[in-house]
């Protein structure tokens, strides 16, 4: 049934309706004690969903975040120079230091910023 | 062209009659309905189809239009509407919404539904519901085996992996047993049914518990002379296999470009030469262009058939032997044209019009070798990237059980660079597989590394693997709520490698040289499928490399032709204790004539005839698997192998199947067919 409403959720258009959708597939993984992972994930699924409504309001619907990744995330505010939103993301979905770097590195490649690699 | 191969495993049973078959119950099917008619077909048979006929045969039955099965409007100016398509309750509710369209504008049509490959009550019960059956006629066209080789039959079934193993969904199975019936009634009953997996053991069972309902034919109970046996696997039993990377032309092909229904998309400026062609073989079938382009340039399919005599010698190849085979080929074409160029100094009519039909052979020859030059030009760049060779080499190692925590940081350490979903799903599950489970911690952690850089909407796909039908991605140690049908089907690999000899230690000057054992489709490794046939079909060759014992035995046996004649199918007979290791249920029947034992004259006849087993794939094969049995087929006197499946597959089909991703189906209308 948490699959049912996974699989719901992905062809949901409506922003809210979506993380409402993916908050009751966490519900129903939480109530088998051996799908702990499984409600994590879908603990922060429906974190970065929520995450990305506020980027996307926050850069006033130029840059689409919603559904997105959290790589694709990153990457996206880094290419769009909100490198401290970036960090935050990091630290607030345990990004390992090796996925960061290279997300980062790819990021900044796509946007020629030389300055920004001679940095590492 | 060697052609010692191919006259020495001349095909046992003309595979074209499925295709005349199919063909026929096509045309008789469109006849049914009387005048013009609008086709409206399901994309996913389109290709299929193509194998079977071309458009301009169905203008000829008078198919007016052709539109594909797809939501919205349909408008049509023919009375006829005649739906083709697979029971799935998407295109029913697609059909019932045209009619009741129909209905609303008040347009008079007569709808006929044809389902392939038979009627199904889920069906009917569905357009009853939507209010729609009165208006339509429902009946079947009974597609089955089409041949995509001259040994290979499919069902071109591309979903079957998925219904069996995900979703439960058995009816792949008792198609599949229809059509392996449909195979008996035209040359017998195979004499010795074998199979391993619990859902060939149910294959067999239907196959075995039909009978004697099936009205009239005689074939039905007359044991076949033709067939030795039919071995089933089940893809269950050997999952590692099509998690590799293959290493064939055809198999590398198929990963990385991807072959549909043997057609493949090759950038249209290599399909159609640049100067008109007279070449008829190898000329490529005349598809329209297809205006969807997949990258900057246009695609176009090519047929890649067995009547190409090249790609014939080329499809089984280890890639790395490509090249050099090519370059053969190239030289002797030269020679060839500058024979002919001095022969055309010489002046007689007959031998000149000798010479302009040799060049027509030439060129045709030309032109495929064009394309082949041209594909592998394609692939080669790929073998060389940095990803794809670490995965070979994580494949490898793990296939040796060599430092297995460090392969899985290496994957981790792919999914940090964005590697292909497919490819991380593929050495993730290989992992599971040979070591018994990947440790739970490291477990977890990659799968949230997953998940963050693909999506969380993978999560399912994640779940369905480590699903108890399936359990190919799981924990080590299992969590102790594990139901028992996921600790009875772990995979005891280490034990196989041995017992099936799995790994082989070839060095690769060797390898370029002969092909000596089936391990040369993966560079090394023989995959556990064909292993299980070989210990039906050819037990030697389990047990030790036939190729070294024939050099050996040559000086000895003469001019004999250094090949072994094919002992007679006794079972799974001296393997009996390395299967019963293997998770599935073992089957070994004997189908005789109802109520007679065979004499025992038959099968001493068998020993000297040419007898053929048919090896059927439940849940689809790899064309590396085909080309190891065709070697298989090879080694002996006296053998043909008939593969039959319900479709190819590789690793990223059945990982992508899993997701639900779906990959663009390309061309226009009637590209396919």
């Keep these: 049934s948490a699959v049912l409403a996974l699989d719901e959720a992905s062809r949901m258009v409506d922003p809210s309706g979506r993380i409402t959708t993916v908050k009751s597939a966490q519900k129903f993984f939480s109530e088998d004690k051996d799908r702990s992972f499984e409600a994590k994930m879908m603990d922060e699924s429906a974190r970065l969903l929520a995450l990305q409504q506020q980027l996307e309001a926050e850069s006033d619907g130029k840059i689409s975040f919603f559904g997105q990744s959290v790589n694709e995330t990153i990457r996206r505010c880094i290419v769009n120079g909100m490198l401290k939103k970036a960090d935050k993301i990091k630290s607030d979905f345990k990004v390992s230091d090796k996925r960061f770097w290279y997300t980062k590195l790819h990021a900044l490649t796509e946007i020629r910023d030389f300055e920004g690699l001679d940095a590492f | 062209m060697s052609t010692e191969d191919i006259q020495d495993s001349e095909p046992p049973l003309d595979t074209n009659i499925f295709k005349e078959i199919s063909k026929k119950a096509l045309v008789d099917a469109l006849n049914s309905v009387n005048g013009s008619k609008t086709l409206v077909l399901d994309p996913s048979l389109a290709g299929p189809l193509g194998l079977v006929t071309e458009v301009a045969l169905l203008k000829h039955h008078g198919v007016d239009k052709m539109f594909w099965l797809e939501a919205g409007p349909l408008s049509s100016n023919t009375t006829n509407i005649v739906y083709l398509c697979r029971p799935m309750i998407k295109y029913v509710r697609i059909i019932s919404g045209h009619i009741k369209r129909h209905a609303k504008e008040s347009s008079k049509h007569n709808y006929t539904l044809l389902l392939v ?3 199904s009550s889920l069906v009917s019960r569905l357009l009853e519901e939507e209010g729609v059956l009165g208006d339509i006629t429902i009946s079947a066209y009974n597609l089955q085996f089409l041949p995509i080789a001259d040994d290979v039959l499919s069902l071109e079934y591309e979903s079957a992996f998925k219904d ?5 969904d058995e009816s792949v199975v008792y198609d599949s047993a229809q059509a392996l019936i449909t195979l008996q009634k035209l040359f017998g009953l195979f004499p010795r049914l074998l199979g391993k997996g619990d859902h060939a053991a149910r294959l067999i069972n239907l196959l075995t518990t039909y009978l004697p309902q099936t009205s009239n034919p005689d074939t039905l109970f007359e044991p076949s002379t033709i067939f030795d046996s039919l071995i089933v696997i089940d893809r269950r039993v050997d999952m590692i296999t099509p998690l590799l990377t293959q290493l064939t032309y055809e198999g590398l092909i198929d990963e990385v470009i991807g072959v549909r229904n043997s057609h493949v998309e090759l950038p249209a400026s290599l399909v159609n030469p640049p100067a008109p062609q007279a070449g ?16 900057k340039e246009n695609r176009k399919k090519y047929h890649l058939t067995s009547t190409d005599p090249l790609f014939t010698e080329l499809r089984d190849l280890n890639f790395s032997n490509i090249g050099k085979r090519l370059n053969g080929v190239a030289h002797k074409l030269e020679e060839d044209y500058k024979r002919n160029h001095s022969d055309l100094h010489s002046k007689t009519t007959a031998q000149l019009r000798e010479v302009v039909g040799r060049i027509g052979g030439l060129q045709s020859e030309h032109q ?8 592998s030009e394609l692939l080669d760049p790929i073998t060389r990237t940095e990803q ?20 899985v940081s290496s994957i981790e350490e792919m999914i940090a660079q964005g590697a292909d979903l497919e490819m991380v799903i593929r050495l993730l ?8 489970g990947i440790k739970a911690k490291a477990l977890e952690n990659i799968k949230r590394d997953f998940l963050q850089t693909y999506g969380y909407n993978f999560l399912p796909l994640l779940l369905s693997l480590a699903a108890p039908s399936l359990a190919i991605l799981l924990p080590n140690p299992l969590p102790p709520s594990t139901p028992p049908e996921v600790t009875a089907f772990k995979y005891p690999f280490v034990p196989l490698r041995k017992s099936l000899r799995l790994l082989i230690d070839d060095n690769l000057e060797a390898l370029d040289e ?5 391990s040369f489709v993966y560079s090394g490794y023989a995959p556990i499928s064909v292993r299980l046939v070989q210990c039906v079909a050819q037990k030697g060759g389990v047990l030790s490399n036939p190729a070294e014992k024939e050099k050996t035995s040559e000086q000895n046996k003469g001019s004999f032709g250094g090949k072994v004649q094919a002992h007679p199918i006794v079972g799974w007979k001296g393997f009996e204790d390395i299967l019963a290791t293997i998770p599935g249920k073992t089957v070994d029947i004997m189908q005789n004539a109802i109520g007679a034992a065979a004499p025992l004259g038959a099968i001493a006849q068998h020993k000297v005839k040419t007898t053929t087993s048919v090896v059927f794939f439940l849940g689809g094969c790899t064309y590396t698997e085909i080309a190891a049995l065709r070697w298989v087929a090879r080694q002996n006197r006296g053998r043909n192998i008939i593969i039959a499946t319900t479709g190819i597959i590789n690793g990223t089909n059945i990982v992508d199947g899993l997701a639900g991703i779906q990959k663009t189906i390309t061309g226009t209308k009637d590209a396919g067919i």
């Design chain 2, 117 to 119: 490959p038979r009627l």
């Design chain 2, 164 to 168: 069996i193993w995900v979703d439960g």
């Design chain 2, 280 to 295: 008829v073989a190898a000329a490529p079938p005349p598809a329209p262009t297809s205006s969807t382009s997949l990258r």
């Design chain 2, 368 to 375: 495929s070798l064009r394309i082949h030059t041209g594909i």
């Design chain 2, 388 to 407: 794809f060779n670490k995965s070979l080499e994580i494949q490898q190692n793990l296939l040796a059980s060599y430092n297995v925590s460090e392969q």
């Design chain 2, 429 to 436: 599950c290989l992992a599971s597989i040979t070591t018994g």
């Design chain 2, 514 to 518: 002969v092909e000596n054992d089936i």
